[in-house]
């Protein structure tokens, strides 16, 4: 597509409940990124993938956030047993590659509300 | 990884003025430097990359300077206007490729 796609763009969800977001990000960008973002607060680093390389899982609050990119391309944020603190926008961006500076291209986010 | 500064009290400035904004980093300089642009509700925008051995970049109203003995890149919007209204983010890299992004700076342009 023409830019870094996000799915769903808005979840109310239960506290104790499992989700899944999923970002679709630019064809051909081997680098793709998940930041969290509170509401007026900064980029939270998440997880970072980049080709078939392991991904960079350090920024993952908890072992009930995981996430895994299939082929490559598309990604998933799985997070489980959902807590009212996990309430934020969920950030994809995708880069050509993220060693030389590249621009990350970011989407519109996938807003999280836990109740 | 880095620690990154941004004033974090929004910058209120007057239609026409030129808007300034810091970003610090504290521990090694950066290969590049990079400034994005957030509106609300919207995903960040890519706005300039500078890298270590350029001193200053420019596009249209934008000017960016990178002072790695400072540890500091400021930010400049000549010729402010209400549309540049928005929050203004600078990136570092964190290391093994992934982007660490400071809190951002609020802008407000009052005509």
């Known amino acids: 597509g023409a830019g870094v796609s996000q799915s769903p763009s808005n979840k109310v969800t239960e506290k104790g409940k499992d989700v899944e977001l999923r970002c679709d990000p630019i064809s051909g960008h081997t680098a793709l990124y998940w930041y969290r973002q509170s509401l007026g607060q900064g980029l939270e680093f998440l997880i970072y993938?980049?080709?078939?390389?392991?991904?960079?899982k350090s920024g993952l609050p908890s072992d009930r956030f995981s996430a895994e990119r299939t082929g490559g391309s598309v990604s998933t944020l799985t997070i489980q047993r959902t807590q009212q603190e996990d309430s934020a926008v969920y950030l994809c961006a995708s880069s050509q590659d993220s060693l030389s500076g590249n621009t990350i291209y970011f989407g519109e986010g996938s807003w999280l509300t836990v109740v | 990884s880095q620690k990154i500064e941004q004033n974090s009290e929004a910058l209120n400035i007057q239609e026409g003025k030129t808007a300034t904004l810091t970003c610090n980093y504290t521990?090694?300089?950066?290969?590049?430097l990079q400034w994005y642009r957030q509106d609300p509700g919207r995903g960040p925008v890519f706005l300039l990359l500078?890298?270590?051995?350029?001193k200053e970049k420019r596009k249209e109203r934008l000017k960016v300077t990178f002072d790695t003995t400072l540890k500091q890149s400021l930010f400049h919007i000549t010729a402010s206007q209400p549309a540049d209204s928005a929050t203004y983010l600078c990136?570092?890299?964190?290391?093994?490729?992934?982007?660490?992004f400071g809190a951002g700076t609020q802008v407000v342009v009052t005509p």
């Open positions: 993938f980049q080709g078939n390389s392991a991904p960079d």
């Open positions: 521990n090694y300089s950066p290969a590049y």
């Open positions: 990136a570092l890299p964190g290391g093994w490729g992934k982007l660490q």
């Open positions: 500078i890298r270590e051995n350029e």
